[in-house]
DNA sequence: GAAGTAGTTGACTATTTAGTAGAATTGATT
DNA sequence: AATCAATTCTACTAAATAGTCAACTACTTC
């Protein structure tokens, strides 16, 4: 009963791509509202606060990443593999990007996640989560590599980790010097923290068929 | 003649720690007039707006910062022995402001850079200056290694280049997760970045005997 | 088609913020 | 001790911003 309404919806597409052109301190809730086609007493009927919306932005967003991350480390596809195709991935989408936008606008959520973190608990924790999500697919992509001996990695959890941090780093570097060609080396990049040899992803590429 | 002031000092200072420990965008001029103890007719009267002030508050911030930087990288010190260092420092550093601060508060330039880049035409260029030296570092550094016979390294530009997205990853990664644990790793990803083996690592510190 | 619920609207208030003007003060220099 | 540039201070304006509210509208179901 009562009307139906894509308002929210509105709003969460309209925050997102605010906070990723610019900032998540230089949106105001006026202007989400504009972009949104969208009144500002039905923003607060609908949410609490930017903080608020934000959070709903990201948890929405968020399933529609996970579903690429499946597809992309699926555990059909040979393990280093699943690697590089992340990174191509991340370097198409990134191209694209800065072909609509202009601009270079790396990781959404680690750009979020270093310009709120001290201020935005609720932000915080939500950003902390998915981040640790990433981590996961690289860690199970580790663990497999190693289970099948393309790489020795003893321990895929801090693998996984410096591979994370380095595959963000490169998206905001990126974003900071609003080019995306530094992108083409991040798997080049994570094989070498691996440790992988020519020989060990040849391997890994038969693995396919294996 | 007239009067000497250190107002502008205390500006530089009180918007450094402001944007650090918080962001550049939730910061206004009044917030760091208070700050400073300074008033904001004086604000006006030394800066043209908060963008002004925060790029000489980075250009002050820098010289310190290079003189620290020229002493951990230089070149009597082995090539590996200096990365070993910086992160050491990094690490030290990280730990000291969380327990001055409460936070882990990672590396300003990154996180300001992350943050106005899309925004701030005059900030992004300071910015991309400061990290294109910082990479000239690590450049130097691996260049070093590669011909001293420790590492392979054909092409030290883009192996820099690496190592500081990684470098940078991780400190952000520290911000976001309130934690410096992580950072105990950063050495050791570079090393794998680099095809540092052990044997390569002992002959580097015995560089500095020879 | 009546009734009730879900959503919308515009007009409003109260704060916060950036930025300004000009008088007042300070201290170096002569 | 007089001068005057450098700096500070107070009080202000105008705009931007967050947040509220009661009346209104459209949809759905009975």
Redesign the pocket.
Known sequence: ?????D?KEKLMEAVLELIWTGSYGNT????ICERAG?????F???FD??ADLAAAAFDANWQVRRAQLDSIFSSSIPPLERLQKYCDFSYRFQSEIKSRFGKVLGCPLFALGAEVCTQEALLRNKIQEMLEYKRKYLETAVRDADASGVIRAPDPAAKARMILSYYEGQLTHARIQNDVEGLRDTARGIFAMLGVKEKSAAADRNAAVA
């Open positions: 009963m009562g009307r139906v309404s308002a105001t809730i006026d202007q969208v009144k500002k007493g039905s607060y009927y609908f606060s930017k």
